[in-house]
């Protein structure tokens, strides 16, 4: 090994770590825009951060469009983004002028269940948060190539399904397919002189769970046919140095994103710079339902959304009214910390999608979001957090027309008034049965995330 190799290694190391510590004044630096400061804040701060850390060394070291593999995009060691307690969020690299074929299987053993929802996309763009800047979401720096969800998914009888990305759909091809090639119409902000023929650089998805007793998830693998058969180059020191450096930068940019993200566009902590009106997320309320857009984040394609924040006195409760007038594929209210981590939706019920809520007579879904369990079917447990995200997800193969979209209203009573607030005959969770419920997520989690 020459001297040349070690040193050049060793400043990529210490790079790497100027990095992180830019990405470590993330949890505490007023200017870089943290939660309000905590002990639990900070802890679960600095655990965020080496979520990051876990995903970049994957992204890093062990990404190749020639060589891919499905890995999670988000899961219980790096949580974030305000994930959905109920989903599988998973990514591979992709060359979209390569062709793939990505397998999977459902559930076959008897009495079990395939996910509920599957929904395949393949983008071009970095992935949420890697530039570290709110400008990443500017219309043209991110394109969409394709989507294909359960709705027209072609399974075989064995449970088995396979989806061919290309290009272009060969000639005579029937079978599932999904574009890795788009002309898009607006440049790139970043680069406008670059063509307007796009390639996908990202296979990303959700495998939702509606089931949690009952279904499992489907395992996925990608191959690309040029270079099936054949090897990678071995890694070099300019390869590892290059990863070095890109691993820094791919936990300071996220950690400096979702900040500015969550403080500057949904005003989680009020309206900036003295401005008047409701912020985006607003406080014990929802805003309007909406789509999956790029100028919020994105989101998963088929999705609308409506979000807020909690902030809930250890005697208060905040009653949620979810209306639905257009029956999704999907739906769940799911709570987070201010980080973004979905809360412990395992060892808590701090997540209810449409299979295990329980509407009242009327068709409506009301949730009861609290510290304590006031007993009745729908709550959901703050895991003792005075304040955090609420999201509301509704999935649609085919959006139906906004006056159909679903209403959302919520309201703040005292924890005492709970079972008074709700239409008469709410009936009472026993503690026993509130122990089951876990014991099952505790299961599904299990199986979820289970390596082999």
Not at 85 to 95: E, H, K, L, M
Not at 101 to 124: C, N, Q, S, V
Not at 440 to 449: E, P
């Amino acid at each position: 090994m020459s001297d040349d190799a070690r040193t050049a290694l060793h400043a990529a190391w210490d790079d790497m770590i100027r990095s992180l510590e830019r990405a470590r004044d993330a949890i505490d630096q007023p200017e870089r825009m943290p939660p309000p400061q905590s002990d639990r804040n900070l802890a679960e701060g600095y655990r965020y951060l080496m979520g990051f850390v876990h995903a970049a060394v994957e992204r890093a070291f062990h990404e190749d469009p020639h060589f891919p593999f499905v890995r999670h995009a988000l899961q219980l060691v790096n949580k974030g983004t305000i994930d959905n307690s109920d989903a599988i969020y998973f990514v591979a690299p992709i060359d979209g002028r390569e062709t793939y074929r990505l397998r999977g299987r459902a559930a076959a053993a008897r009495g079990r269940k395939p996910p509920h929802y599957l929904i395949f996309e393949a983008t071009d763009g970095c992935m949420a948060g890697d530039s570290g800047s709110l400008a990443e979401l500017r219309p043209g720096v991110k394109a969409r190539m394709g989507t294909l969800d359960s709705s027209a998914l072609q399974v075989e009888p064995d449970g088995s399904f396979e989806i061919l990305l290309a290009p272009e759909r060969p000639a005579g091809h029937t079978g599932n397919f999904l574009p890795t090639f788009r002309r898009v119409k607006r440049p790139n902000p970043d680069d406008p002189d670059a063509p307007l023929e796009r390639y996908a650089c990202h296979l990303s998805g959700r495998q939702l769970f509606y089931d949690w007793e009952h279904e499992d998830p489907c395992p996925l693998t990608l191959e690309c046919e040029r270079h099936a058969g054949r090897a990678p180059a071995p890694l070099s020191s300019a390869d590892a140095a290059l990863a070095l450096r890109r691993l820094g930068e791919l936990v300071r940019g996220p950690m400096a994103f979702w900040n500015q993200f969550y403080t500057v566009l949904l005003e989680t902590y009020g309206k900036r710079d003295g401005e008047a009106g409701e912020p985006y997320m607003p406080r014990n309320a929802f805003n309007a339902v909406s789509r999956a857009s790029g100028a919020t984040g994105g989101g998963q394609a088929t999705n609308l959304y409506a979000g807020g924040v909690f902030e809930l006195a250890p005697d208060e409760a905040l009653i949620v009214e979810n209306d639905v007038r257009v029956a999704p594929q999907f739906f769940g209210l799911q709570l987070a910390n201010l980080w973004g981590e979905s809360l412990d939706f395992a060892n808590h019920q701090s997540s209810l999608n449409g299979f295990q809520s329980q509407p009242d007579a009327d068709g409506v879904v009301r949730y009861v979001v609290a510290h304590r369990d006031p007993g009745v079917p729908n709550w959901l447990d703050t895991t003792g957090q005075r304040e955090g995200f609420q999201t509301l997800r509704w999935s649609y193969s085919e959006t139906p027309p906004e006056d159909r979209w679903p209403r959302v209203r919520a309201r703040k009573v005292g924890l005492a008034e709970v079972r008074s607030q709700l239409p008469a005959g709410t009936r009472r969770v026993e503690p026993e049965e509130r122990a089951r419920q876990i014991r099952v997520r505790q299961a599904h989690v299990r199986r979820r995330y289970r390596v082999f």
